[in-house]
């Protein structure tokens, strides 16, 4: 269960705003927030974990203040910068955080040995390559019985074989799971999943996943919209079975941009 | 047991063997057989000597734990502060963990000074200077590795949280540059009594020369042997013991509040 109401978040010496208002609640539902990169997706979700400072508004986890949660383990993430607790191999590293966890780590190292990642046991993890390293923290935020999951970009340099294994570990997972990505092929097949749009870091929503193929981007605002965004590039507005430009044909959030605009 | 993840990753930290290890060695060595010159040949003089340098590694050995711990803190302020918050690890767990587990190390680098201090100090003199408590140079050494843990997470985390990460690497030295200060002015030009009590530093490197060499370490090693005031242990014992505690609640209080910051901030060039 997660609450987020009005939350801003400024980075740096210029304080750039990188989440503007943000309001968000998930109760007992999974949902993937869209946007391109830059746009806050990877904020949003350390906020959540707490790992930026939020300048204004609250989050709640479970119902408790984030500024007053300690030792919550039903919430498990897989940003990697959670999992550099010290310098360690990638089994120690798995067998440290399921025992503060609480899990036991037989399941996990089921899914590494499914995933073919059982080579990748005894390296540290910035050995590995991109791919297994999101693969790992993928699996360490899935497995166990976390009941909130916070994925960022999960798919991010997945082979396609592992893609397809991973996507029905996320999409058949109980818990609620909030997964960001830049990717509109995998919408699709995000059955009964909410969606999000996140541009500048402000968030636009909530639409269904699965109807995807039949919302279109106009630029500008059309008189059917069920959206609209301001943004930098300009104006646009979302429709739903007719419109400029089809988002589920685009390759992802960036190119469509680029073509609307 | 959180412990045995600090202890292996510590043990296979191969800087923190060189520069613990291996340079005190190399110290060690030109203290057995190049700078022996400058006092009499006696054999009392020689396990002064022998007891000062075994104090001396001593302390600058555990000291360079204390670079490598301020590096992990820094590595893991984000994993620490997320670790607080959705795992079953609490700040109190952290600091008992890491302060057992340095303790160990301190222990284990001590036990390699001492033996090494015995064979090259006995081989370079002709005596047989055997250690006179070593299991108090050893439970010292543990002491000391706990302390340069405390001493190390307090100012990488006040450099953490408020002062920014473009000098942590500096911060990450300022445990070994007080103990050089401290460790080499006392036993070279000496220092006033208050400070040979009232720092750590000092409290560390004199109870382990107490224990290697068995008799009141003076309060000026400059002076010929029973000629000047020596050092009470038992009043270096409870300053340190006080330290420590101070110490302890000091690192409680800041690592609970750990913020996660970039590493990219600390980034030099």
């Known amino acids: 269960m997660l609450e987020m109401n009005n939350v801003n978040v400024r980075y740096g010496k210029s304080r750039k705003q990188v989440l503007n208002d943000v309001s968000l609640s998930v109760h007992s539902e999974k949902i993937a927030i869209v946007g391109p990169n830059g746009s806050g997706k990877t904020t949003l979700l350390k906020a959540v974990a707490g790992l930026v400072d939020v300048n204004s508004g609250n989050i709640k986890v479970f119902g408790k203040d984030l500024s007053s949660i300690r030792n919550e383990v039903r919430l498990s993430a897989n940003l990697p910068e959670v999992y550099r607790l010290m310098r360690m191999n990638t089994a120690d590293t798995i067998q440290l955080y399921s025992e503060l966890k609480g899990q036991d780590s037989k399941e996990i190292m089921g899914l590494i040995d499914d995933m073919d990642l059982s080579d990748t046991l005894g390296k540290m993890l910035y050995e590995l390559s991109t791919g297994q390293q999101k693969m790992i923290c993928n699996l360490i935020s899935l497995y166990g019985s976390s009941k909130l999951i916070l994925l960022d970009e999960p798919f991010e340099s997945i082979d396609m074989r592992r893609r397809m294994k991973l996507t029905d570990l996320i999409t058949n997972h109980g818990a609620e799971i909030v997964m960001n990505t830049h990717e509109f092929d995998i919408l699709a097949r995000l059955k009964g999943w909410g969606l999000y749009f996140i541009i500048e870091g402000r968030v636009f929503g909530k639409f269904q996943a699965s109807e995807v193929k039949n919302l279109y981007i106009n630029k500008g605002v059309v008189p059917n919209n069920i959206a609209v965004m301001d943004t930098a590039f300009g104006t646009f507005s979302i429709s739903r079975n007719e419109g400029e430009i089809s988002i589920s044909a685009a390759r992802n959030f960036n190119s469509l941009l680029n073509e609307v605009a | ?269």
């Open chain 2, 1 to 269: 047991m959180i412990e045995k993840y600090f202890i292996k990753s510590m043990l296979k930290n191969r800087n923190l063997w060189g520069w613990g290890v291996f340079f005190m060695l190399f110290w060690l060595f030109m203290g057995a057989f190049v700078f022996t010159s400058a006092f009499p040949k006696q054999e009392v003089y020689y396990k002064l000597n022998a007891a000062i340098w075994f104090g001396l590694m001593g302390l600058i050995s555990t000291s360079t734990t204390a670079t490598s711990i301020s590096y992990s803190i820094y590595y893991g302020n984000s994993s620490l502060a997320y670790a607080f918050r959705y795992t079953t690890f609490k700040p109190s767990g952290y600091i008992s963990s890491f302060m057992l587990s340095a303790g160990i190390i301190g222990g284990v680098f001590s036990g390699i000074m001492l033996v090494t201090t015995f064979f090259l100090f006995s081989y370079g003199s002709g005596y047989t200077l055997i250690p006179k408590f070593p299991y108090i140079s050893i439970v010292i050494g543990f002491v000391a590795g706990a302390f340069m843990f405390l001493l190390a997470s307090i100012i990488i985390v006040i450099f953490n949280n408020y002062l920014g990460l473009r000098n942590v690497t500096f911060a990450s030295f300022i445990p070994m540059i007080l103990t050089y200060l401290f460790g080499f002015t006392q036993f070279n030009s000496g220092l006033p009594a208050y400070i040979v009590y009232g720092s750590p530093f000092t409290d560390i490197s004199d109870l382990l020369v107490l224990s290697y060499d068995g008799h009141l370490v003076p309060l000026n090693t400059n002076e010929p042997i029973g000629s000047g005031n020596h050092i009470n242990p038992e009043i270096q014992v409870v300053i340190l013991a006080i330290w420590i505690i101070i110490m302890a609640i000091c690192s409680f209080l800041l690592i609970k509040k750990i913020k996660p910051r970039s590493i990219e901030e600390g980034r030099q060039v």
